[in-house]
């Protein structure tokens, strides 16, 4: 009972700080769930563990290399635009991939999971009112989704 009121106390506290803008130093694993509201960059190796929503006046650059791990069939943080008890990535603002063109420069979203399979995650959705003038994907490999781009 206390472990679980300590994670529901850590989570609450990150994503209030996330709404309030308060950006983490980029470590090179880490892991990410919620609301993108400003200029963010992610790189190295990110762990999602619930729905990313990029909201209006966010936008999410992914560097190149960048490996985004889902976490399997299940998400901390559900939006109602996103799969049911999967991790998704909702953009509303913008959302810019800039993997290379050598195979260590892709930017890969995958699933976290030991033995991985199709469905893992859901799916990278941009709405109608995202931000697709600055948005853009280049050199990006997705993989075990249910849908991968929507």
Same mark, same amino acid.
């Given at each position: 009972?206390?472990?679980? &009121?300590?994670?529901?106390?850590?989570?609450? &506290?990150?994503?209030?700080?996330?709404? =309030?803008?308060?950006?983490? =130093?980029?470590?090179?694993?880490?892991?990410?769930?919620?609301?993108? =509201?400003?200029?963010?960059?992610? =790189?190295?190796?990110?762990?999602?563990?619930?729905?990313?929503?990029?909201?209006?006046?966010?936008?999410?650059?992914?560097?190149?290399?960048?490996?985004?791990?889902?976490?399997?069939?299940?998400?901390?943080?559900?939006?109602?635009?996103g799969n049911q008890f999967r991790c998704d990535v909702i953009v509303k603002g913008a959302l810019s991939v800039d993997g290379g063109v050598a195979p260590t420069d892709a930017v890969v979203f995958t699933s976290s999971a030991q033995n991985p399979a199709g469905g893992d995650w859901g799916y990278v959705y941009f709405k109608p009112e995202s931000r697709d003038d600055i948005s853009s994907i280049t050199g990006a490999s997705f993989r075990f989704g249910m849908e991968n781009v929507y």
């Open positions: 009972m206390i472990a679980h &009121l300590r994670r529901t106390l850590a989570v609450v &506290l990150f994503t209030l700080c996330q709404f =309030a803008g308060v950006q983490f =130093a980029h470590a090179t694993q880490y892991s990410f769930f919620g609301p993108i =509201a400003s200029d963010t960059t992610w =790189a190295d190796t990110v762990t999602v563990n619930g729905d990313v929503v990029i909201t209006p006046t966010g936008h999410l650059h992914l560097s190149p290399g960048t490996h985004v791990r889902f976490q399997p069939r299940s998400s901390i943080y559900d939006d109602l635009d």
